[in-house]
């Protein structure tokens, strides 16, 4: 995959493009993206997948506490697994915000990216004033020989599938919504730093993972989930927080391993989120923290063996 964090864009050969952040990529996303594929297959194009670096909401600072579903690093990578030719984060700030919804579509998506084929969301709005719509492309597009295309909003339990959706299930722990909106686990990708060492004394061996700053987190708390290192998977309990039993301050993502007893400092490891056990709490003693850890742990094994887990059992 050719991956671009420029404005040196231009293509050579002919391609299908898809524009949008795609924060999480979701449903709605994947849908555009599957679409683009087909496109592409079927008449000798390059994929292309279109986004922004940063995502407009730091540039326009309307949402002071927003956080990305995906960090950049999660996104490339996930892009990389779905088999996209070209991914590209064009940069963005405010001149480029002031761009007309002409000047975007034909010089850079038609012109420079060589554009023969276009999918886009139905709501899909761009340009100055987000004055851009799929009408305005579509006759664009007609005047230069290029296939507009939009695909409908994708819907789950009767509502439309959004990044803005899942943010919110995440913050609300619903983890179970937020997870099959996202198709593919929320997820933590990162590399593992050294830690306090406590787990180790009391017999619960951690890894912990130090994220992506801009990368939104569950609240604090106690979740089941299941690490992928090395080609392998392992299930755990994973803590999001500042272990207050030791009066910790930094929040971190610490995660205990069934089964795993490997040093992987500095090694890049992925934990999948499926459901929340228990909010995060102080305990009087190091002792107590043991003991509920044990607990958690078995929370977890029940679940990983429960029919709930059985659906996500057959996907992986």
Request: charge should be neutral; aromatic fraction near 12%; charged fraction near 25%.
């Amino acid at each position: 995959m050719e991956h671009i964090t420029d404005t040196n864009i231009t293509q050579q050969q002919p391609t299908a493009v898809t524009i949008g952040n795609f924060d999480g990529l979701h449903m709605g996303h994947r849908a555009l993206i599957s679409l683009t594929k087909q496109f592409a297959q079927e008449e000798s194009l390059k994929s292309v997948v279109f986004s922004f670096s940063p995502h407009p909401m730091f540039v326009f600072g309307k949402k002071p506490d927003f956080a990305l579903v995906m960090a950049p690093s999660e996104k490339e990578y996930m892009m990389q697994k779905m088999g996209i030719d070209v991914y590209i984060e064009y940069p963005f700030d405010k001149q480029f915000s002031s761009m007309t919804a002409e000047q975007f579509a034909c010089d850079i998506i038609f012109e420079q990216l060589k554009c023969k084929v276009l999918i886009v969301g139905e709501n899909y709005k761009f340009g100055k004033n987000q004055s851009g719509d799929y009408e305005l492309l579509r006759v664009l597009g007609e005047q230069r020989g290029v296939k507009v295309i939009y695909v409908p909003s994708v819907l789950f339990e009767g509502d439309r599938v959004s990044s803005t959706r899942i943010r919110q299930c995440l913050k609300d722990k619903n983890l179970e919504e937020a997870n099959h909106m996202l198709i593919s686990p929320y997820f933590i990708l990162g590399k593992v730093a050294e830690g306090k060492k406590l787990g180790r004394t009391i017999g619960f061996l951690t890894v912990n993972i130090k994220a992506h700053s801009q990368k939104l987190f569950p609240p604090n708390g106690v979740y089941a989930t299941k690490t992928l290192h090395d080609g392998k998977s392992y299930f755990g309990v994973t803590n999001i927080g500042k272990n207050p039993t030791v009066d910790g301050t930094f929040k971190v993502v610490e995660t205990y391993l069934f089964d795993f007893k490997k040093m992987v400092y500095g090694e890049t490891i992925q934990t999948y989120f499926y459901k929340f056990i228990r909010e995060e709490q102080k305990f009087p003693s190091v002792e107590a923290l043991r003991q509920q850890m044990e607990k958690d742990a078995e929370s977890a094994k029940q679940y990983f063996h429960s029919e709930e887990y059985d659906d996500w059992r057959e996907k992986q």
